[in-house]
């Protein structure tokens, strides 16, 4: 069975800082990790994937994420904060990997990001 | 353009009325999934069909049922809601068979129950 722990269920840092956001997952296969965004009030949008290609993964809007299977973690990073990036975060797994028709998202319980001016 | 559109985004219901809440899609997804989403926690899986193939979550309650007539639409009926069925419910869709895909969420909607 999977399952994804988030570490931090709030995180505050100052507009221009560094963002870390930490997931950890285990997964009885080789998983997809995704991160998904959702700001008040507004559906999920996702941020990267990783797909078993490259461990270090590129998003939208400045948002990086990188997977480390020794240490079964899968932490979204971020060099500098903007005040648009406060939103609630949710590392996600599927498993089997996303595409077989019977897979399953198991969520995080999320990480609420807040920018302090 | 959106790909994954719920409706009503926002929907107040009495306690114990039926409510049907429905999603459709432009993308021809075979897969689509119903998530709950109560305050403050992560969402929840209901239910997910694969084409017509029916998959229900162990612990969905009976009260939740869901119908999808065709590829693009898929509706969540809430046949006698409770005060703790009020939640965002979310409606996704993904392509099985395509490895790594990722699921493409609604804008979902928010149930109240009065």
């Known amino acids: 069975a999977q399952s994804v722990t988030q570490l931090d269920s709030h995180v505050s840092v100052s507009e221009g800082t560094p963002v870390l956001l930490r997931c950890n997952y285990s997964?009885?296969?080789?998983?997809?990790l995704f991160w998904y965004v959702q700001h008040p009030n507004k559906g999920l949008q996702l941020l990267l994937k990783y797909t078993s290609a490259a461990t270090l993964v590129k998003g939208i809007n400045g948002f990086e994420a990188e997977f480390k299977k020794s240490e079964t973690s899968f932490h979204l990073t971020k060099p500098s904060a903007h005040m648009s990036d406060a939103a609630e975060y949710f590392c996600?797994?599927?498993?089997?990997?996303?595409?077989?028709?019977?897979?399953?998202?198991?969520f995080g319980t999320g990480t609420r990001l807040t920018i302090i001016p | 353009d959106a790909m994954v559109i719920q409706n009503p985004r926002y929907q107040v219901t009495q306690f114990g009325k039926p409510v049907t809440l429905s999603c459709s899609q432009t993308l021809n997804h075979n897969v689509m999934y119903w998530y709950q989403q109560k305050s403050s926690q992560a969402p929840k899986l209901l239910f997910h069909?694969?084409?017509?193939?029916?998959?229900n979550e162990a612990d969905t309650p009976d009260n939740f049922q869901s119908r999808r007539p065709n590829t693009s639409f898929c509706f969540l009926d809430i046949r006698s809601p409770g005060l703790g069925d009020a939640a965002m419910y979310l409606c996704?869709?993904?392509?099985?068979?395509?490895?790594?895909?990722?699921?493409?969420f609604g804008q979902g909607t928010r149930l109240t129950v009065v």
């Open positions: 996704a869709t993904s392509r099985a068979i395509v490895l790594n895909t990722e699921a493409f």
């Open positions: 997964s009885s296969y080789s998983p997809s």
């Open positions: 996600v797994v599927s498993e089997p990997p996303q595409g077989f028709g019977n897979e399953k998202l198991t």
């Open positions: 069909y694969y084409d017509k193939d029916f998959n």
